[in-house]
């Protein structure tokens, strides 16, 4: 009999990478400690312990936190401060956060510990990993975040399950306490010493493992939106010329000239596309919904690239507080901040909302019997006891004004916490969730391009079109049928939104045309 073998992740004291983070949020990898990050944890440890034995006050060893900062704690009472510290800030309410935010949050804790400036037990990243590799996810509420001294309420959810309390997500999708959970997978509950429960919950993974989803999602919604705006293009008789390359060398944005190149690429060998390129009658400028696309995608794209800079940045920061120096020196900074990755997070938001604001425009135009060059009125070739693509438009209209008010900037509504000694907080949580539900609905606006540009071009026949319309036409073929009666259209921009998503399509396209940008 054969097994399965899972991949392993390793994490080491220099931190790991994006691919790690998307491999156990959302894969099948499991989590292991390399034997120098062990060490690099004792070394930190014996720190703390020494600070112990000592006596001196050191702020979340033998002081409160927060406003409580001054407030001394005896040595026999601060395991209690560290259980009781888990307990108190476990106070999240709302739905769960999905699964993958969860797992990316936990391994993102492990590898901040395993930098080796947070003064713990080896033994603490290890019982994450173990809750990972057992596949037991604590049940995180999605409202009490500030991204203020991290993600303070997210992070003690997970960290009130190590301690054999709290919640899990169990197998019903339900509630489940997580002592059974625990049992169940033969884990034992972890006892708190001094700093240990700071540690666990002072940090910014919440924030950034959001954003590193992000990042994977926009990364190839962006190409697909290069995709769907080409269909589109082809199917309302438009120009290739504003996408050749030296239009685009004589302003020189990157994502701009890369985005032009997609589809310059797309639109090649169509039939549809020569019918009229010589044509004196046809439109001397497209409407900047068409020329325009790679201006906006491509801003987009250059956003996108900031925000992974940010990201691979924030991977490699030591982000708990206070920090253990290899000098023996404990200090508190404010690296819990989630500023840059909170401002990153709105700026994607933003350039997401208008990549799906821009296409949109174009499925209006491709509907609309006055601008969409003889096709029929709302693509349906019976038009009037016929309705056709109109109320997917309608829907596609709806969903851009959301995003419109999901692009509202979280980073600038920041409110004072803990009696004043945390005045000034980054939001960063609320705006990383927020960039996820904008990415979401960027998906369904271009799975409504997505269809009514396959419509307008099935429309188009007999002129066949360019490879990639062949290769969409073939993706769609059994969820939107050939032109006629109106059909239930629901089921249909869902099967649409899971084709946007997926890889099938754009590796159908890339097998014709070459590797997209």
């Excluded at 996408?243 to 997609?262: D, V």
């Excluded at 939001?427 to 609905?441: E, I, P, Q, S």
């Excluded at 079109?465 to 969409?472: D, N, W």
């Amino acid at each position: 009999m054969s097994t399965v073998t899972r991949p392993v992740v390793t994490v080491q004291p220099t931190g790991i990478a994006p691919a790690d983070v998307l491999a156990v949020a959302r894969g099948t990898a499991t989590v292991a400690l390399d034997p120098s990050t062990l060490d690099a944890m004792a070394a930190s440890r014996a720190i703390v312990d020494r600070i112990e034995q000592t006596g001196r006050p050191v702020y979340g060893v033998s002081t409160g936190f927060g406003a409580l900062a001054n407030t001394f704690v005896t040595p026999e009472r601060r395991a209690e401060l560290q259980h009781a510290l888990i307990r108190s800030h476990a106070a999240g309410v709302g739905a769960p956060m999905p699964r993958e935010v969860v797992r990316a949050m936990m391994l993102l804790r492990i590898r901040s510990l395993a930098l080796g400036h947070s003064g713990v037990r080896p033994e603490l990243a290890q019982a994450l990993a173990d809750l990972l590799n057992a596949d037991i996810t604590p049940w995180v509420p999605e409202h009490g975040s500030l991204g203020a001294s991290g993600d303070l309420a997210p992070l003690a959810h997970c960290a009130l399950v190590l301690l054999g309390e709290g919640w899990v997500v169990g197998p019903d999708g339900g509630r489940q306490d997580a002592a059974v959970a625990l049992r169940a997978a033969g884990l034992r509950p972890v006892t708190l010493a001094a700093k240990e429960g700071l540690a666990l919950v002072n940090g910014t993974d919440g924030m950034l493992g959001m954003l590193l989803l992000a990042i994977a999602d926009a990364g190839h919604l962006f190409t697909m939106a290069d995709v769907t705006a080409a269909l589109a293009i082809e199917a309302m008789l438009g120009s290739e010329r504003p996408f050749l390359p030296e239009l685009h060398a004589i302003r020189p944005h990157p994502g701009q000239a890369l985005s032009a190149a997609n589809i310059h690429r797309l639109l090649q060998q169509s039939s549809i596309m020569d019918s009229h390129r010589d044509d004196l009658s046809h439109a001397v400028q497209d409407a900047y919904s068409m020329r325009c696309a790679p201006q906006v995608a491509g801003a987009a794209r250059d956003t996108l690239a900031f925000v992974d800079q940010v990201a691979a940045r924030e991977l490699l920061s030591v982000v708990d507080n206070p920090v253990v120096l290899p000098d023996g020196r404990v200090e508190s900074t404010g690296n819990f901040h989630g500023a840059p990755l909170g401002f990153a997070a709105d700026f994607l938001a933003i350039a997401a909302a208008e990549v799906g604001a821009i296409a949109e425009r174009r499925v209006d135009r491709l509907l609309d019997v006055t601008r969409s060059r003889e096709l029929p009125a709302f693509l349906s070739p019976d038009a009037g006891v016929n309705s056709g693509l109109m109320i997917a438009q309608y829907t596609a209209a709806g969903i851009v004004a959301e995003n419109r008010r999901l692009a509202a900037p979280a980073s600038v509504d920041s409110l004072p916490t803990s009696g004043m000694q945390e005045d000034h907080v980054s939001m960063g949580w609320a705006a990383a969730k927020k960039l996820r539900t904008v990415l979401d609905n960027l998906t369904s606006l271009l799975a409504v391009e997505l269809i009514a540009g396959v419509r307008g071009l099935q429309l188009r026949a007999p002129l066949t079109p360019s490879p990639a319309g062949r290769a969409a036409l073939a993706a769609l073929r059994d969820v939107v049928g050939e032109p006629g009666p109106d059909i239930f259209l629901a089921p249909a921009m869902e099967a649409a939104r899971t084709v946007v998503a997926g890889p099938e399509l754009r590796a159908a396209i890339e097998a014709e045309v070459g590797p997209l940008g």
